[in-house]
């Protein structure tokens, strides 16, 4: 900074008295204390200072902007500047340390200056910026003049520095050295003005903000759907920017549209230019991608041409932001001060609010209708649906279900150990069910089920089977947190069932006895045939027919009255020592005649393979897979028989392939596995799991049959503790197998 002297000559003429001065700058800075509007009182400090102190002519407040980091032009008074250069002045800001002001600042002390050089030559060197704006202002100053900075102090805090011009040749005096002392104290004054006028203002704005976001908190609790909420949020923030006009607009995601959610204050050409607009042709698709407000003047080149037609000049759009997305957009519309007047950061809170509202209105939205479909499906439904929690407590139920659980209400808050009594529930043998064979305890534990029959009894002692069907509810990462259990009442079809086994049961037990009489006539007849010298070759192949045809026709009455006899619990098994080895190769051998051209071939390690089991049914079983096995594959076929110890370590391979819940082989014995495999057409996944179904019997085969024999098979695996299992693939063939538990290992 250039040396100037302290004291010029015009300085030294008659001077006021320095208590009136005192006097009038403690009125000046007392009126100033009472100010609360910041603007008003930075507009009026300056002015105040020119009237109380004739040595002043002029000057101008600088402010620190902590933001910044900067000292900004303020406000500024009684300068001969013209309007260009007190917008420049206005403009123009400096860094702490830059020119007198700065340096006043960084020292935190008054300086004063006099020069005959212009304002520039007062200010020093400045970075080439600064310099030019403040050659501007000084080519409008007079050259000869004083300037005095006095730091605005609050405390230790300096918030600004106050510039102070005698402009030209002073009719009294310049401002002194010895005017410094007072003017701080002026300073220390106003700066406290400001500083409250500041904290007062902010306090203001708080309360604003606060009543801003009670007023659209309230507006989302209380709007009855997305309509109404858009709306009354709307009327809320155009409250809070003055002037402004403005919409809603929702974005639809699907079709990355945004549509009009509400208007306020807009004509009807510029509610158009809003309605439905592809987000790449909104003049906000900045906002919508990038989720950040954008502040500006209205543009022709962005589709806002109805906005400016309507003499509006500024816009300022936000995100209505949930989380990370974008669920709309705010739009003001204004003059070309609306983008400086819009506080964002009042709007961004709110608009974030506003954001979540609207995407959690639109989920309830979307979730009711989801709800309502399922209801209107659920309650369509003419079987009963019921549906309970994680811990068994029932949720929903159809008309349906209350209808077949003649049932007012259901008891929702009733635990799964009530069940059994209420409902008065039993399984079809007429036991009293335990907890785990509830309906519902089994869909909880993961099962899925079908067909499963249960009694209930009614009040009146009426009795309805029901056949139940559940499965597990399943949340997004697995875990069981309800099930779902349909059920329909199957009384008249399971007397029907009934009826029919007892049909069966009495015409098999008729039909048997004169079969087998036909069957040994035949037997007899044809053996005598074949002995006669001159065998008759059409005789011997008619009662060859014959045998056969009457051999299958018992084998299936058998079959039939083993499934009563079963259903009656009146079958027991004749336990003895057998060689499974010998007894496959017996029931190739009968099977020979049947196989015609078809090679049949026995796979053994040993001649001995001794099971404890019942031959007859064993035999049964073997007898019925060779059988199946020649029947659904082709005539070349081959059909091989394999018997094998199983490993311990293998049974839980073959565990793999179990239809439906066999228990494996008991005990920690190996197994004896037969397989017998065919090169037939093999059998899809989906009729693998029936096969073992009473009466199932795959449409496609034209093979007689009743559907029993796999049936007949399995229950007779399970009463041996034994299981059975089937391998195929479409095409390429089939290999049942059934495993029994050994007492003596391969011999
Ligand atoms: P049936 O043979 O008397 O119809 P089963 O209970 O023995 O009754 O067999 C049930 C069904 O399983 C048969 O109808 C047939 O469709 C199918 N099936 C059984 N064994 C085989 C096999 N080896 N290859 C193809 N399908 C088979």
């Known amino acids: 900074m250039p040396q100037k002297p302290k004291h010029p000559a015009w300085a030294r003429r008659p001077r006021s008295s320095a208590a009136a001065q005192v006097m009038s700058l403690f009125k000046a800075s007392s009126s100033l204390v009472a100010m609360l509007d910041p603007e008003q009182l930075l507009a009026t400090l300056v002015s105040r200072v020119v009237e109380a102190l004739p040595a002043v002519q002029g000057g101008t407040l600088w402010i620190y902007d902590l933001r910044s980091g900067r000292l900004r032009a303020s406000a500024t008074g009684g300068l001969p500047l013209d309007g260009a250069a007190r917008r420049v002045l206005l403009a123009s800001s400096l860094r702490s340390g830059e020119g007198l002001v700065g340096q006043s600042f960084q020292r935190g002390e008054p300086q004063i200056v006099e020069t005959r050089l212009g304002y520039r030559d007062a200010v020093g060197p400045l970075p080439p910026t600064s310099a030019a704006i403040i050659q501007q202002i000084s080519a409008q100053l007079p050259r000869r003049l004083v300037c005095a900075c006095v730091p605005l102090r609050v405390g230790t805090e300096i918030i600004g520095v106050l510039e102070l011009f005698t402009l030209g040749d002073p009719a009294n005096r310049p401002i002194e050295i010895s005017d410094l002392p007072v003017l701080q104290t002026f300073a220390n004054l106003a700066a406290s003005a400001i500083k409250n006028a500041q904290l007062y203002d902010e306090a203001q704005r708080s309360e604003r903000r606060l009543k801003a976001f009670d007023a659209v908190v309230t507006a989302i609790s209380t709007a009855a759907d997305l309509t109404d909420l858009v709306r009354s949020i709307l009327d809320v923030v155009l409250g809070l920017v003055p002037g402004a006009t403005g919409a809603l607009l929702l974005l639809d995601?699907?079709?990355?549209?945004?549509?009009?959610?509400?208007?306020?204050?807009?004509?009807?050409?510029?509610?158009?230019?809003?309605?439905?607009?592809?987000?790449?042709?909104?003049?906000?698709?900045?906002?919508?991608?990038?989720?950040?407000?954008?502040?500006?003047?209205?543009?022709?080149?962005?589709?806002?041409?109805?906005?400016?037609?309507?003499?509006?000049?500024?816009?300022?759009?936000?995100?209505?932001?949930?989380?990370?997305?974008?669920?709309?957009?705010?739009?003001?519309?204004?003059?070309?001060?609306?983008?400086?007047?819009?506080?964002?950061?009042?709007l961004l809170p709110i608009c974030n609010q506003v954001g979540f509202a609207v995407a959690n209105v639109r989920l309830y939205a979307d979730s009711t209708s989801e709800r309502r479909k399922l209801n209107t499906v659920v309650t369509s439904i003419a079987e009963g649906v019921v549906l309970c929690d994680g811990r068994g407590r029932l949720t929903l139920a159809n008309e349906a279900a209350l209808a077949l659980l003649r049932l007012d209400s259901l008891p929702f808050e009733q635990r799964l150990a009530e069940m059994p009594d209420f409902y008065r529930m039993r399984d079809l043998d007429g036991q009293r069910l335990t907890l785990d064979q509830l309906p519902f305890a089994r869909a909880l534990v993961g099962e899925i089920f079908q067909g499963y029959r249960l009694i209930l009894s009614g009040s009146s002692g009426d009795e309805t089977v029901m056949s139940f069907s559940g499965a597990p509810a399943r949340a997004d990462d697995g875990t069981i947190e309800g099930a779902v259990v349909v059920f329909r009442d199957v009384t008249a079809s399971q007397k029907l069932e009934r009826a029919k086994d007892e049909f069966l049961a009495v015409a098999a037990h008729e039909l048997r006895s004169p079969l087998a009489a036909v069957r040994n006539y035949a037997d007899l007849l044809l053996r005598r045939e074949q002995q006669r010298s001159q065998a008759d070759s059409r005789d011997v192949r008619g009662l060859t027919i014959l045998t056969q045809q009457v051999s299958h026709m018992l084998r299936m009455v058998d079959n039939l009255l083993d499934v009563s006899r079963i259903d009656a619990g009146q079958l027991d098994l004749q336990i003895q020592p057998v060689n499974l080895v010998a007894l496959a190769t017996q029931v190739i051998d009968q099977q020979r005649l049947a196989a015609g051209m078809r090679d049949l071939l026995l796979e053994s390690a040993g001649d001995e393979l001794i099971v404890h089991c019942d031959s007859l049914r064993i035999h049964q079983v073997m007898t019925n897979l060779i059988g199946n096995a020649i029947k659904y594959s082709p005539d070349a076929g081959r059909v091989t028989v394999r018997l094998r110890v199983a490993a311990s370590d293998e049974r839980r391979g073959f565990g793999d392939y179990l239809m439906g819940d066999d228990a494996m082989p008991s005990g920690g014995a190996p197994a004896a596995v037969v397989a017998v495999t065919d090169e037939g057409n093999g059998i899809s996944l989906e009729q693998q799991v029936k096969l073992f179904q009473r009466f199932y019997r795959v449409r496609s085969h034209r093979a007689e049959g009743l559907g029993l024999g796999l049936y007949l098979s399995r229950q007779f695996m399970q009463m041996h503790r034994g299981t059975i299992w089937v391998e195929s693939v479409e095409g390429a063939g089939s290999t049942f197998s059934f495993a029994l538990p050994m007492t003596t290992g391969m011999a």
């Open 253 to 346: 995601p699907a079709h990355d549209r945004l549509d009009l959610g509400a208007q306020q204050g807009l004509t009807r050409a510029c509610a158009n230019a809003l309605h439905g607009v592809p987000v790449t042709e909104s003049p906000c698709e900045e906002v919508v991608r990038f989720g950040q407000p954008m502040l500006r003047s209205l543009l022709e080149e962005r589709g806002e041409g109805a906005f400016l037609a309507e003499d509006l000049a500024g816009c300022a759009y936000f995100p209505l932001l949930a989380g990370g997305t974008v669920a709309g957009v705010l739009a003001l519309y204004g003059d070309a001060n609306l983008p400086a007047r819009a506080d964002r950061e009042m």
